[in-house]
């Protein structure tokens, strides 16, 4: 599927949302708690249901259960150097089942969302069985690449007080062990530029491939504009 995807979300999502009135409490509710992590903040929401609602147009997919999921998809998320960060989404999706039953949400959806928020991490390693599921793990996904993906490691590497690079091989040519802990780089090689294969809907791996070439761009521009070898140089002088 290599054909044009259409941004069609704007106000066929936002009248979605409005004449939803469990779906407006969740939204205030969320924009309400999520302050704590800023790569995972409301922006972070607010751009994964656009990507989401996006890939429905094309995918289909229950939207009450798809707004739902991306909604409360990290309500409960961990910092990635806590001891159980991998539990987030289990957290989160436990959250979501409970708080969506005090709201009335329907019954026979709320499984669904729960199971979604559940496969969507990254480092569980899960794979959704349903449309719901693969939609929210694409959209999600989509917001680790292109320019925005960018920023997003960036800023999680500075938090970590994580380098730019490793300075003896920036761009993973020689075998050595990646560490996106120690070094910012890293992290395309150890995951970002991966995603495009993972991912689960036609929609999304076109979308996937046009934002990892955003990164591919920026790694060779990158290239261009360091120099190891003058560094390496200088630290043989101290």
């Known amino acids: 599927m290599e054909t044009d995807v259409l941004f069609r979300v704007g106000n066929e999502l936002t009248q979605y949302i409005e004449e939803n009135s469990i779906l407006r409490r969740i939204v205030k509710y969320v924009h309400d708690v999520m302050n704590n992590d800023m790569a995972h903040d409301f922006s972070h929401i607010a751009r994964v249901l656009s990507n989401a609602w996006e890939i429905a147009q094309c995918e289909g997919g229950d939207l009450e259960i798809i707004v739902a999921a991306v909604l409360l998809h990290d309500i409960r998320n961990l910092p990635k150097d806590h001891a159980k960060a991998k539990s987030s989404s289990s957290l989160s999706a436990r959250f979501a089942r409970q708080y969506l039953e005090e709201l009335g949400f329907p019954q026979k959806k709320i499984g669904n969302v729960e199971n979604a928020i559940v496969c969507h991490s990254f480092s569980k390693g899960l794979f959704p ?104 140089f200088l630290r043989t002088l101290t």
């Open 129 to 232: 069985k349903t449309l719901e599921g693969k939609i929210l793990q694409d959209a999600d996904r989509l917001d680790a690449l292109g320019a925005i993906g960018i920023a997003r490691l960036f800023q999680i590497s500075g938090i970590h007080s994580a380098s730019i690079y490793c300075p003896v091989d920036p761009f993973y040519r020689e075998e050595r062990s990646l560490d996106d802990r120690k070094f910012a780089v890293d992290h395309f090689y150890r995951k970002l530029l991966k995603l495009p294969n993972l991912m689960q809907t036609e929609t999304g791996k076109v979308l996937a491939r046009r934002r990892a070439e955003v990164l591919l761009q920026y790694l060779d521009v990158l290239e261009r504009e360091i120099d190891p070898s003058m560094e390496q």
